[in-house]
């Protein structure tokens, strides 16, 4: 039989239990059902059903610069991505309008750690997050190539300059280097490019461009394949604008250059071209490429020694403007005025009094035109900016 110190012990222990139970001293996820005289019950969290997949894996190295990213997802939306380049910036990208994907808009950078983060929501609205890290291949110097422009940004030049774009090292693709090219114009005229070599590509306009053009040069090829595993190194921009149209004829015949200011005759000078044959000038359209206020002229630049029967060595030869890169000059030659006019006798530069080269000299700028008639020793395109010959339809055919 129990006693009643017994008794009253174990009432005690049960009213402590109770006690104990009322307080809720359990943590984390404990629930309690709305049930009348229900138990309280622990509930696991509901995962969310959207999964995310990326076409560049967590934690790749040496990714290559041309690859994009894309991120896609499962049993539900994606809501938003971004992905931090560090120095490199931020890779642009955009969901599609379904949200079902993203797609990289701007391209990787050589050396570069990108962090990606998504987040994405089921159907009921559940969330689960993406993240992952990946770094993209180191390139060297010599396997990334620099655009550089000519004519300079900023720069007034006459209506037959190309634009140029030249390469520190070659490019084997020009077909996805010049997709990545684009020259506008204001007013807007018809064009085309053509690769003069695999470190230079040029434009011109199908005809001499108007006066007073502004002109834009894009040269977006930052990671964009150049061939024999190099790419462009930097996305670049230019503008320049186009000045009064300045066309000079010479007729090698008449020993006469007639200077033609937006269409209008405003001067006639009397010239003397190469020595024929010889020294023979080229016929056809050369473009200012320099001006000299003097210039030294060696007949040694040229391959003839200046010791010999033709040889010559000139300083400061006045008001000199290149039209050659093989030395066809048109300058003042004092030396030879009583020819002027009348004969040809240079070494196959274009040489007149001073004062009409002083006078030519202060109205050129570079890229004005001078058109060459009357000899059989033609042009060539890469023989200064000799792209005026070459018809259009087979110079934007490329090369």
């Known amino acids: 039989m129990r006693s009643r110190?017994?008794?009253?012990?174990?009432?005690?222990?049960?009213?402590?239990?109770?006690?104990?139970?009322?307080?809720?001293?359990?943590?984390?996820?404990?629930?309690?059902?709305?049930?009348?005289?229900?138990?309280?019950t622990s509930e696991a969290p509901e995962t969310s059903?959207?999964?995310?997949?990326?076409?560049?894996?967590?934690?790749?190295?040496?990714?290559?610069?041309?690859?994009?990213?894309?991120?896609?997802?499962?049993?539900?939306?994606?809501?938003?991505?971004?992905?931090?380049?560090?120095?490199?910036?931020?890779?642009?990208?955009?969901?599609?309008?379904?949200?079902?994907?993203?797609?990289s808009t701007s391209r990787l950078q050589p050396g570069s750690t990108y962090q990606v983060q998504g987040?994405?929501?089921?159907?009921?609205?559940?969330?689960?997050?993406?993240?992952?890290?990946?770094?993209?291949?180191?390139?060297?110097?010599?396997?990334?190539t620099f655009p550089s422009f000519v004519p300079l940004p900023g720069s007034t030049v006459g209506v037959g300059m190309p634009v140029i774009i030249r390469f520190d090292v070659p490019v084997t693709n020009h077909a996805a280097i010049q997709r990545h090219l684009k020259v506008t114009s204001v007013p807007a005229?018809?064009?085309?490019?053509?690769?003069?070599?695999?470190?230079?590509?040029?434009?011109?306009?199908?005809?001499?461009?108007?006066?007073?053009?502004?002109?834009?040069?894009?040269?977006?090829?930052?990671?964009?394949?150049?061939?024999?595993?190099?790419?462009?190194?930097?996305?670049r921009t230019s503008s320049f604008t186009v000045g009064r149209s300045m066309v000079s004829k010479v007729d090698m015949n008449t020993h006469q250059m007639r200077v033609f200011k937006d269409g209008k005759l405003i001067r006639t000078i009397p010239i003397t071209t190469g020595q024929q044959p010889k020294f023979t000038t080229r016929s056809g359209t050369k473009v200012?490429?320099?001006?000299?206020?003097?210039?030294?002229?060696?007949?040694?630049?040229?391959?003839?020694?200046?010791?010999?029967?033709?040889?010559?060595?000139?300083?400061?030869?006045?008001?000199?403007?290149?039209?050659?890169?093989?030395?066809?000059?048109?300058?003042?030659?004092?030396?030879?005025?009583?020819s002027q006019g009348r004969a040809n006798v240079s070494h196959g530069c274009t040489g007149m009094s001073t004062s009409n080269a002083k006078w030519l000299y202060d109205n050129t700028i570079v890229g004005d035109v001078v058109e060459y008639t009357g000899t059989s020793r033609e042009m060539t395109l890469t023989n200064g900016y000799g792209d005026w010959n070459l018809p259009f339809n087979a110079y934007s055919a490329g090369a």
């Not at 969330?127 to 993209?136: D, G, I, L, Q």
């Not at 005809?207 to 061939?227: C, E, R």
């Open 5 to 40: 110190r017994t008794l009253a012990a174990a009432s005690a222990a049960v009213l402590l239990m109770v006690s104990l139970s009322a307080c809720g001293g359990g943590g984390g996820t404990t629930s309690v059902s709305d049930k009348p005289g229900g138990d309280a």
């Open 49 to 103: 059903k959207a999964s995310v997949t990326a076409s560049i894996p967590a934690d790749a190295t040496g990714v290559k610069v041309n690859r994009s990213l894309r991120l896609d997802v499962a049993d539900g939306t994606l809501e938003n991505v971004t992905v931090n380049g560090g120095k490199a910036g931020p890779l642009r990208g955009a969901l599609s309008t379904d949200k079902l994907s993203w797609q």
């Open 119 to 144: 987040t994405a929501v089921d159907a009921k609205g559940r969330e689960t997050t993406y993240a992952s890290t990946f770094t993209t291949e180191v390139l060297p110097l010599d396997r990334q």
């Open 189 to 235: 005229q018809a064009g085309a490019f053509h690769w003069i070599s695999d470190t230079e590509v040029h434009w011109r306009p199908q005809k001499y461009w108007q006066a007073g053009t502004k002109v834009t040069v894009a040269a977006n090829i930052d990671s964009v394949p150049a061939g024999n595993g190099v790419y462009g190194q930097k996305s």
């Open 288 to 338: 200012i490429i320099e001006k000299f206020r003097r210039k030294r002229m060696s007949s040694e630049t040229v391959g003839i020694p200046v010791n010999s029967a033709d040889g010559y060595d000139i300083d400061n030869v006045e008001y000199a403007m290149r039209i050659t890169y093989s030395g066809e000059f048109v300058h003042a030659a004092p030396w030879s005025v009583g």
